[in-house]
Nanobody, 127 residues
Framework: QVQLVESGGGLVQAGGSLRLSCAAS????????LGWFRQAPGKERESVAA????????YYADSVKGRFTISRDNDKNSAYLQMNSLKPEDTAVYYC????????????????????WGQGTQVTVSS
């Protein structure tokens, strides 16, 4: 089992940057594929980015491609989401999620594929 805690959210102007962190408990962090999701008011939770347990493969939603970067540090039991060129439409609660994966370069992008979730961190981008 793994517990996840997000941090780094806040209020930023359009065009600005934020770096979200996801700290995980447990000694098997490297066994989990990770994902970042977001949920805006009145909308469904959506995948933003995902990374394999090896860190060798990653996925980005079209809406964030070229602006966001997902990474992980297995030695520090942590994952990150670097968000640049933020837009008002990026405003949402951002969640870190983890799931065991069979292959080292696998990742998942659907909420139903993830077993563990953090509590979320609010990101607000003002225009």
């Amino acid at each position: 089992q793994v517990q996840l805690v997000e941090s780094g959210g806040g209020l930023v102007q359009a065009g600005g940057s934020l770096r979200l962190s996801c700290a995980a408990s447990g000694r098997t962090f490297s066994s989990y594929g990770l994902g970042w999701f977001r949920q805006a008011p009145g909308k469904e939770r959506e995948s933003v980015a995902a990374i394999s347990r090896s860190g060798g493969s990653a996925y980005y939603a079209d809406s964030v491609k070229g602006r966001f970067t997902i990474s992980r540090d297995n030695d520090k039991n942590s994952a990150y989401l670097q968000m640049n060129s933020l837009k008002p439409e990026d405003t949402a609660v951002y969640y870190c999620a983890a799931t065991r994966t069979l292959y080292s370069d696998s990742y998942y992008i659907k909420t139903r594929d993830y077993d563990y979730w953090g509590q979320g961190t609010q990101v607000t981008v003002s225009s």
